[in-house]
């Protein structure tokens, strides 16, 4: 499995980015496709998660109403980041789980990071 992130970029504070992660198999109904980042200095921490099947969402508490995570096609996830902060500039990767966590750890499979930087 490959995960490809794509989408990061330079963006001012109170604008907008979109994500995506494209997955060079199939996403079964019973993955999760998840969206992580990691700042300079700091941890790898969970930014939102999707079961494929039932598009069951969930966030991170320092995103919730800002960022849209959803399925686009078959094997695309893609994060929709709004309301961007300098705080959320950080590398994101996508990752493939099987278990609805927020843990790194129940994410075997990960894709290479795409840089996020906000701007105030």
């Known amino acids: 499995v490959q995960l490809q992130a794509s989408g990061g970029g330079l963006v001012q504070a109170g604008g907008s980015l979109r994500l995506s992660c494209a997955a060079s198999?199939?996403?079964?109904?019973?993955?999760?496709m998840g969206w992580f980042r990691q700042a300079p200095g700091k941890g790898r921490e969970f930014v939102a998660r999707i079961r494929w099947g039932s598009r069951i969402t969930s966030y991170g508490d320092s995103v919730k109403g800002r960022f849209t995570i959803s399925r686009d096609g078959a094997d695309t996830v893609s994060l929709q980041m709004s309301s961007l902060r300098p705080e959320d500039t950080a590398v994101y990767y996508c990752?493939?789980?099987?278990?609805?966590?927020?843990?790194?750890?129940?994410?075997?499979?990960w894709g290479q990071g795409t840089q996020v930087t906000v701007s105030s």
């Open positions: 990752a493939r789980g099987q278990q609805a966590s927020s843990s790194v750890e129940d994410y075997p499979y």
């Open positions: 198999g199939r996403i079964f109904s019973s993955h999760v």
